[in-house]
């Protein structure tokens, strides 16, 4: 069983963060700071949440872990999510890392920071941010990503989709136009082109009965908040990953149905090999869903695993120099 007791901050008080404020161009964004006892200077990791309105008490039970092994973490509302200003439907993932790299930054700057010893963590949609944010700051001493990244924002998307159309038993000729159906959202998310042609082909698949599986009205972003959202047709983390230099740990989910598993950790494992970077470490945990947490369809509510914690611990220790025990 994983405790937090040696968890503090500087009021002693290990169940209250601090919370900051930090800026990221012209956002403020806001978060929560877990600082772990004793006299510094004490190494630090800034925490990356996943996709759509990610809060940052989603990743507390996360940075409290971190915390116990002797890190102060950061976590932050995304853009738009909580108390953070902005709006990550306006952001690209460009956005989004220049957010992750703010956070860096001010954790940096803190009293008892050991600057030699910051990474990050993140969580899903952060796969993709965390090589960007690695090409930016090659000096991170640390990556561990959870559930994400590695294959590309299309797959993960289309893997998705497939589940859902596989749950609802949709073949044949409706598997067909749904399939269709997404080729020409990609086309027009990646391209542009055609919009009208894309809400005609969707007015005209409203009806049937596996639209509701796809939904696209929900998450067709407009036309001049296209170019923001192209990435998700567009974006192939594995050239970055290629040039990641720093430890990383990847660990994911053998029951992730948000995420083409074995496809995701062959591409890490064939990216960091050929980064020439030894220093890395991809797992399949079992009986495992999205966020490292244990169960058969992914819930905030399910806990997370054991083993994702003793994988960390392990890394860290290793890898960046911690005390064991």
Same mark, same amino acid.
């Not at 630090?44 to 990610?54: E, F, P």
């Not at 893997?159 to 399939?179: P, Q």
């Not at 995420?259 to 009986?287: F, H, M, S, Y």
């Given at each position: ?7 503090? !901050? ?5 169940? /209250? +963060? ?10 403020? !964004? ?80 803190? #009293? /008892? ?11 899903? /949609?952060?796969?993709?941010?965390? #090589? ?10 640390? @990556? ?8 590309? #924002? ?9 589940? @859902? ?23 027009? !998310? ?16 409203? @009806? ?30 594995? +050239? ?10 990847? !660990? ?20 960091? @090999? ?11 945990? #079992? ?39």
């Amino acid at each position: 069983m994983i405790t937090f007791s040696d968890c503090a !901050l500087c009021n002693n008080d290990p169940t /209250q +963060p601090t919370a900051v404020h930090f800026s990221s161009g012209e956002v403020t !964004l806001a978060g929560s700071l877990f600082g772990p006892t004793g006299k510094g200077p004490h190494p630090g990791v800034v925490l990356i949440g996943g996709s759509g309105s990610a809060g940052r008490d989603q990743l507390r039970v996360y940075a409290e872990h971190l915390c116990s092994l002797g890190f102060r973490a950061l976590t932050y509302d995304k853009r738009g999510s909580g108390e953070s200003g902005g709006d990550w439907t306006e952001a690209s993932l460009d956005n989004l890392t220049d957010d992750a790299a703010a956070a860096i930054t001010y954790l940096k700057k803190l #009293p /008892q920071a050991d600057t030699s010893r910051v990474g990050v963590w993140g969580v899903s /949609q952060a796969g993709w941010i965390i #090589p960007i944010l690695a090409a930016r700051l090659p000096q991170l001493s640390f @990556a561990i990503v959870v559930t994400g990244g590695g294959a590309t #924002p299309r797959e993960v998307e289309m893997t998705s989709y497939e589940h @859902a159309l596989d749950e609802a038993k949709i073949v044949g000729d409706d598997r067909d136009d749904a399939e269709a159906l997404l080729y020409v959202y990609f086309a027009w !998310l990646q391209t542009g082109f055609d919009r009208t042609g894309l809400l005609r082909a969707i007015e005209q698949d409203r @009806a049937k009965s596996w639209y509701s599986l796809i939904s696209l009205d929900r998450i067709l972003p407009s036309d001049e908040l296209r170019p923001k959202w192209e990435w998700v047709a567009r974006f192939d983390p594995l +050239p970055l990953i290629k040039k990641m230099r720093m430890p990383v740990l990847v !660990l994911l989910g053998e029951k992730d149905h948000l995420l083409p598993v074995q496809l995701a950790a062959d591409r890490w494992r064939n990216g960091l @090999a050929e980064a020439g970077n030894a220093k890395t470490t991809v797992k399949i945990l #079992p009986g495992v869903n999205h966020g490292g947490r244990l169960g058969e369809t992914h819930s905030l509510e399910s806990p997370v695993s054991p083993e994702y914690f003793d994988s960390v611990k392990r890394c860290l220790t290793k890898r960046v120099g911690l005390k064991k025990g």
